[in-house]
């Protein structure tokens, strides 16, 4: 597509709350306000524009209603300058774990139409007011509610059914399994404490207790202090991803006034965007795979006109461990049933040709719902722009790829990213 990203920012990643335990009381330390201005202030900095250069606005949050108390947010986007924003459009994007992916997309079709110059996509999440089992709930509202939410399942729950299919589809031990998984684990946590910006960056918990090889994980007891318990089979603590608040925002433009205008500019070279059937029990069968991921990362390669072996790096969609085996099967860059063993073999390690999250990942570096596919973008950008945040790609990576996936492999979001200047 003839439209580029020109500007990109991504806010620390955390849980920005102080909760007493015993009153229940909830102290909001950066709020849901805080961070989507500050990442779209940041992004349109970064693009050494003006607020008033910018002729629209997409917002992509999840559930803000549910985690804030506050429907209606792409408005609250005109206050990161009132007077330079005043009376612009502005439009919310909704699509689970997807959402600013999506955020992204819209704004870049808006652009390629010709009707906007310059458009700023901000994706933000604010989870942490909640207790666990709100905030469950409120990440349940993504399932198919009638069957899967209110008949209690989670997404640790369905996400472990997909873990399930795989480990039976490949006729896998529980003990070889659980290593491809803990490898996962571990190259994430490597990444990410090397990430100023990430929840569980440098002198976080993995970094303590140097989580960063398969043995650390699997040597952790299965309950009590510091343990590795068991979620929903078979899913632990340490295969889940962080429960984070958070914002990133990116500026774009059409490629050829990216050009003319700017200094660092990334193309968005290939776009897909596939949707699944949400209710797993209509996908019985497929669900050692993503159906949909698999044809998304098609539409993107074909769009772009490239081979999946040309990608420099990726960031993917790792909202539990085995959703990233599923995601670099789904890429291609791993046969069926094969990831798992080129995980353990170190093949997507951060020194690889191809690594896999040097960010650290939704498991390390966090995943704010709705930001997390904003988030991918920005960071790809830095790393493609020789300004990587924490671990850098080696040599001069032009191509990458982020595979960003809302709900139980349903909204599938895949670009391809390539610098052309
Ligand atoms: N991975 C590793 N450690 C985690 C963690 C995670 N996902 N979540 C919490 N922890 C750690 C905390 O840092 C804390 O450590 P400490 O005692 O040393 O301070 C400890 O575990 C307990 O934290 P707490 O916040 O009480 O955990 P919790 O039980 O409320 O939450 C999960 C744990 C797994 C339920 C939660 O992280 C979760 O739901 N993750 C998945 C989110 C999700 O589904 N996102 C959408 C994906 S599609």
Redesign the pocket.
Known sequence: MNVSIVGAYNTKFGSFVKRNRETGEVEDLKSFYALLNEAGAGAIADAGLEPADIDAIWVGSCSPSLFVNQEHVAPLALEIDPKGLLFKPTTRVEGA?ATSSLAIYNASYAVASGRFKNVLAIGVEKMNLLD?SSM?HA?ACCSYWPEEGARGMT??GLFAELGNAYKEQHKLSNETFRQMLAHISASNYSNGIQNPLAHFGPGS?PDKLQLVTAEAILNLPDSG??SNPM?AAPLR??D????TDGAAAVVLTSSHNAIAKFEHVVELSGIGHVTERMMLKERLGTLHELRGAKFAVQQACSEAGIQINDLDLAEVHD?FTINQILCVEAMGLSGPGQAGYDFIAGKYNSDSDCPINLSGGLKSKG?P?GATGASMHALLYKQLTGSPIGVAAKGSPELAMSVNIGGSGVTNCVSVLRRIQ
């Open positions: 774990c666990t469950t990440l997404f640790p918990l202090k510091g979620v603590l340490h889940c991803s962080l429960v909202c995943h719902v």
